[in-house]
C-alpha cells in the first residue's frame, strides 16, 4: 500500500529566501504525484502534480517539484517565498495498487516572516 | 462553475447523537471522496465513489461511520452515535474520474464539533 511523509511538520523562513519541503512515498508500483495548497481559512487546491515525463514540474506561483525515483521522494522548492506563500502544504500519492484513490502526507506549515 | 459545496458548514453535536454531512460535487464529476482533517494529523482517508459504488471504504474508522452516494452525485457521509474522537473537519472533494490525471477538487469542508 502507498504511503507519503513529509518529514517537517513545520518550515519558518524569511521573505525572499529560497525554501524546501520534503516528501517522501512508499509505493511498489508507478506512481503519480501531487502537492496541494491550503492557505489560511481556504479549501485546499491542486499547486503541481507528476503524472510521467520530465521529473521537474513546474505549478502555480513559482514553485516546482523534481521526482526522484530512485530516492522516492517528490521535494516541493520555491527560489524565493513571500509573505503570501505561508500556507499548508500536502504531499499526495496515487497509484493502482490503492486503486487509484488519494493519500496524502501529514502536511508542512510553511511560515514566511517579514 | 460552482465548486465542491459541503454543508452544513459547521456542526455542533452532542456525543451520542447522530449527524449527517452533505456533499454536492462538481458535475459530471464522477469520483467522489471523503477526508477527515484533524489538528496535525493531515488527512485522513476515509471512503471514494466511483459514481454510485464505493470500491474502498478501508478508511472509515469504525461501523459507526457510513456514506452513500445516489444518481451519481450527493454524497452524505453518517457518524452515528458521535463520540468526542471524531471532532475534526470532514472534507469532500470529486474528480472528473478516478486515475493518475484526475486531481482533486476540494470542499470547504464541516467543521465538526462533539460536546
Known amino acids: 500500500a502507498q504511503s507519503v511523509t513529509q518529514l517537517d511538520s513545520q518550515v519558518p523562513v524569511f521573505e525572499e529566501a529560497p525554501v524546501e519541503l520534503r516528501c517522501n512515498y512508499s509505493s511498489s508500483v508507478s506512481v503519480y504525484l501531487f502537492w496541494y495548497v491550503q492557505y489560511p481559512n481556504q479549501g485546499l487546491q491542486l499547486l503541481l502534480k507528476?503524472?510521467?515525463?520530465?521529473?521537474l514540474v513546474k505549478g502555480i506561483n513559482g514553485f516546482e517539484a523534481e521526482f526522484n525515483k530512485s530516492q522516492t521522494s517528490f521535494h516541493l522548492r520555491k527560489p524565493s517565498v513571500h509573505i503570501s506563500d505561508t500556507a499548508e502544504y500536502f504531499c499526495?500519492?496515487?497509484?493502482?495498487?490503492?486503486?487509484?484513490?488519494?493519500?496524502f502526507g501529514a502536511g508542512t506549515r510553511l511560515f514566511v516572516k517579514a | 462553475g460552482a465548486g465542491v459545496s459541503q454543508s452544513p458548514s459547521n456542526k455542533v453535536t452532542e456525543k451520542g447523537k447522530d449527524v449527517e454531512l452533505r456533499c454536492d460535487p462538481i458535475s459530471g464529476h464522477t469520483a467522489l471522496y471523503w477526508y477527515r482533517q484533524s489538528l496535525g494529523q493531515g488527512l485522513e482517508f476515509l471512503i471514494y465513489?466511483?459514481?454510485?459504488?464505493?470500491?474502498?471504504k478501508s478508511g472509515l474508522p469504525s461501523d459507526r461511520f457510513s456514506a452513500e452516494r445516489t444518481g451519481g452525485s450527493v454524497s452524505t457521509l453518517t457518524i452515528q452515535r458521535t463520540q468526542q474522537e471524531d471532532s475534526a473537519v470532514y472534507l469532500c472533494?470529486?474528480?472528473?474520474?478516478?486515475?493518475?490525471?484526475?486531481?482533486?477538487?476540494f470542499g470547504n469542508g464541516t467543521r465538526l464539533t462533539v460536546t
Open positions: 507528476y503524472l510521467s515525463g520530465s521529473t
Open positions: 499526495a500519492v496515487s497509484d493502482q495498487s490503492g486503486g487509484f484513490k488519494t493519500i
Open positions: 472533494a470529486s474528480s472528473l474520474g478516478v486515475g493518475y490525471n484526475s486531481p482533486l477538487h
Open positions: 465513489f466511483q459514481g454510485n459504488s464505493a470500491p474502498d
